[in-house]
């Protein structure tokens, strides 16, 4: 048994101690090789072969750092994931100090579009539903990740907004979840089965401003 085929988190991720200088060199192409992969043929159809051809490095190297196919794949998308929320901005410090929440909302609706729409993260996307009955704990993890850096940090930016009676919204992170639901996930929905399905900058700012103003229509103070 390689070393570490048994070092899991609590959320049944692998735990892949990171190495210095060379050999970290040697991890990073073999991840992104195997990024390449598998967001071009999924879990199943992804070749070892293809990943050692890609990273330039040998498939005993490969092996020797993750152990196992199921191994490096759980490793890639888990380290991936968190570098897709990373890129958003801290909701509750921009939505505490904004002078007007309507703007703010459009505006923060629209930055996690515009990332979570990227052609990468789609695929990442649609690579983690398609493999989640096989790996449930990506599923979880992304849920994990979602909730720590973006829907907890949003949920107490309303809970504030709230107490300070700029919204009414007793459910804070209900609320959180519908409007996402109508902005992000508008354009969202039907790029996750149909790839080809594009939104241009004028109309997806005209769906962020139309699911912002049926979410104020709810949760503004006397709506």
């Avoid at 990740?145 to 809970?159: S, V």
Wanted: aromatic share 6%.
């Amino acid at each position: 048994m390689a070393a570490g085929t048994e070092d899991v988190d609590a959320y049944g991720m692998p735990v892949v101690p990171a190495p210095a200088g060379a050999v970290s060199r040697k991890r990073r192409a073999i991840i992104d090789a195997a990024l390449t992969e598998f967001l071009a043929q999924g879990y199943s159809a992804a070749s070892m072969d293809a990943v050692t051809a890609r990273s330039g490095v040998s498939k005993a190297t490969v092996y020797k750092h993750f152990g196992s196919k199921e191994r490096l794949f759980l490793a890639v998308v888990g380290g991936v994931l968190p570098r897709v929320y990373a890129d958003l901005e801290p909701a509750r410090s921009t939505l505490a100090a904004a002078p007007d929440l309507r703007s703010a909302l459009v505006r923060l609706a629209t930055d996690r579009a515009r990332i979570l729409l990227r052609p990468d993260v789609m695929a990442l996307r649609r690579l983690v539903i398609g493999e989640t009955d096989r790996f449930p704990q990506l599923g979880r993890l992304w849920s994990r990740i979602g909730h720590a850096m973006d829907d907890g940090p949003l949920t107490e930016a309303f809970a504030e907004l709230a107490a300070r009676g700029e919204l009414d919204a007793p459910d804070p992170a209900l609320a959180v979840r519908q409007l996402l639901a109508a902005t992000v996930g508008v354009p969202q929905l039907p790029r996750t089965f149909s790839p080809e399905e594009t939104i241009d900058e004028a109309e997806l700012e005209r769906v962020i401003g139309s699911g912002v103003d049926l979410f104020l229509a709810r949760y503004a103070p006397g709506a």
